[in-house]
């Protein structure tokens, strides 16, 4: 079955730009959820989505960051104004339902906030 | 809230050597435990998991055993191989998954 698809892989922008990255999850999988993963770290759940519906926003920064899920099936995240301490790989993660415990990754996408 | 504590790395061994990498928990209720692991230019994948106490996790000739008395996790390899190179993150969820800092694990030939 085909995997979690990310893009882009790569992204740099200066300070104060806007980025946006979109995720496709496996099909069928109701759950999708993005992390923020900073050098060294494990990764921070930002956002989940139980289809179209957000289940936990408590550590998005919402004065910058977004996240939709139209019809429930892929998804964006946007940053904007970036700041330089958004650097970090974004994670986008699928499960076939809310309770599930095994999540499936996508590749990421790295972003240098210059 | 709900927390992974991973032991720091980085871990270097000898191709063959005995491989334990420690992990401990804070949550309510009685969480599903994982092992995810990043080979170099790779995503997360899973490794192995246990979903209640005493369960045995393995997979690779990895184990973690899931302790609810000490409410460890702790991954062990008998004999590590060169291609067992990566980071390691211990995760727990309950609803919602909380990842440790990962520990990297290098193996010299």
């Known amino acids: 079955e085909a995997g979690v698809a990310q893009s882009p892989r790569y992204k740099i922008i200066e300070k104060r730009q806007s980025v946006a990255f979109w995720c496709n999850p496996i099909s069928g999988h109701a759950t999708l959820y993005w992390y923020q993963q900073i050098l060294g770290q494990g990764p921070k759940l930002l956002i989940q989505f139980q289809n179209n519906g957000v289940v936990d926003d408590s550590q998005l920064p919402k004065d910058r960051f977004s996240a939709e899920r139209l019809k429930g099936v892929d998804s964006t995240l946007k940053i904007q104004p970036a700041k330089l301490e958004d650097s970090a790989v974004y994670l986008c993660a699928s499960s076939f339902r809310r309770e599930s415990e095994k999540l499936f990754f996508g590749s990421g996408t790295q972003l240098s906030v210059l | 809230g709900n927390s992974v504590t991973q032991m720091e790395g980085p871990v270097t061994l000898s191709e063959e050597a005995f491989l334990t990498i420690n992990c401990t928990y804070t949550?309510?209720?009685?969480?599903?435990l994982f092992w995810y692991v990043q080979y170099p230019g790779e995503g997360l994948q899973l490794l192995l998991k246990a979903t209640k106490a005493d369960d045995k996790g393995s997979n690779k000739g990895f184990e973690a055993t899931y302790r609810k008395e000490t409410t460890s996790f702790h991954l062990e390899k008998g004999s590590v191989q060169v291609s067992d190179s990566a980071v390691y993150f211990c995760?727990?969820?309950?609803?919602?998954?909380?990842f440790g800092d990962g520990t990297t694990l290098t193996v010299k030939p």
């Open positions: 949550a309510t209720g009685y969480p599903s």
């Open positions: 995760a727990l969820n309950a609803g919602k998954s909380t």
